[in-house]
């Protein structure tokens, strides 16, 4: 038992739980209302929209997944780096756009701009239950940080687990997306300084970079399969692959959207847009500590154990926990929006659309509520279930089924040519084409090799699934519209797609 680290990791947790209670009453608004309980009634300036989407996307998956595949694997895990720079001046264009639509029509989640754009619940019922079950996954993966910190520190079982999902599904219930605004400030700071403090004191004690790429190289050649670097036509095509498909599938996460609708105007979207790289420098000092870990002789076969057990050899006791205190603190914020994003989808899009159309406002904050509860406890049983080598492959796997979303929600954005019956069909053959390329792997692998002309080309499977639905899309498109087919009516604003930045 890790007494030191524990103690301080204690007490940090029962800090940002009473700032999660304490958010109820932050910029009060009528929490009984959806739109103030799951956008925080789109109140957030520039600042605070910084710290909660870098607190939604940087989370338990930054600091414990990729330096585990970068550990395990070797330099593919670095992929998570490129793809988070690439991701930026693509939505930079994009979300603005679909901020001002949101905001005109008083759009809570994706799905209801989808169901707005092409007048048509099934193709928006499909964008919602992708968004749900994409997220389940993601929100595991952040237990699965909480869960190897907690293991660290020498508390065995899942009943820490537990205990946390209750305080988080508590605080989540009472304030609603005001409490990881409020905790992100707490997180993002207290990465931070994890990160320097890693990145200064950790090589030093191991001897300087050279010695650490150096010892990773040589552990890596003795993992089976052998970690490592870019060496051929074929890891470098999944390594390209899954950098631009995770990019693309970024921001169509249910809480990347819940994120940037919550600010308080398009400026401030844009604003966010340029400023979030910030993370990915950090992203790209944390991806390396798995290297480290192999330098300073960690031997687990829990790779996402890697950093954890790290942080205990090379830091002192109290200092270990406050890293691990960042950590589980990281995998709170992201893991309650991504609850609430899931709520907001099944409150609007599923049970108003097709169980109580006549639903209020109070009534539908009251069913996202307790779907919130619903959804942590699904992602528990989730992870508990769910064994997996590389935590970072819940995140691929949510990838695969959510870029299926990007033909309806960002191409709709630009044009309505696409027919709403042809993007619902060529959403169903990209989401049945990824399941079926996750399968052959025995639901082991994001990686698929397709054979193109004699040719065998490994690439991340979303990828892959993405070129069917769009070619399916197209397809269908030019002949419904042949056909002359009826496409639905538009029910949003021209005005509202100004390009301008």
Known sequence: MQWAALIVFIILFALVTVLGFVAARW????LSQLEEWGLAGRRFGTIITWFLVGGDLYTAYTFIAVPALMYGAGAMGFYAVPYTIVVYPVFFIILPRLWSVAKKHGYVTA???????????LLALAIAITGIVATMPYIALQLTGMQAVIAAMGIGGDWPLIVAFIILALYTYTSGLRAPAMIAVVKDLMIYITVIVAIIVIPIKLGGFSHIFHSAQTALATHTPPGAFITSPQTASVYGTLAFGSALALFLYPHAMTGVFSANSRKAVKRNMALLPAYSFALGIIALLGFMALAAGINTKSTSSAVPLLFIKEFPGWFAGFGFAAI????????AIMSIAASNLFTRNIYKTFFYKNATSQHEAKVAKIVSLLVKLGALVFIIGFPQQYAISMQQVGGILVLQTLPALILGLYTRWFHR???LIGWLAGIVYGIYM????GFKSTTYVLNLFGHPIAAYAAIWALIVNVIVTVVLTLAFNAAKVYNGEDSTVAADYSASL
Not at 27 to 30: A, C, I, P, S
Not at 328 to 335: D, M, N, S, Y
Not at 438 to 441: E, F, K, P, R
């Open 27 to 30: 910029r009060r608004g009528d």
């Open 111 to 121: 799905a209801d701009f989808v169901e707005g754009r092409f007048d048509d619940k």
């Open 328 to 335: 589980a603190i990281g995998a709170l914020v992201p893991a």
């Open 421 to 423: 019956r042809a993007l």
């Open 438 to 441: 996750w399968s052959t792997t």
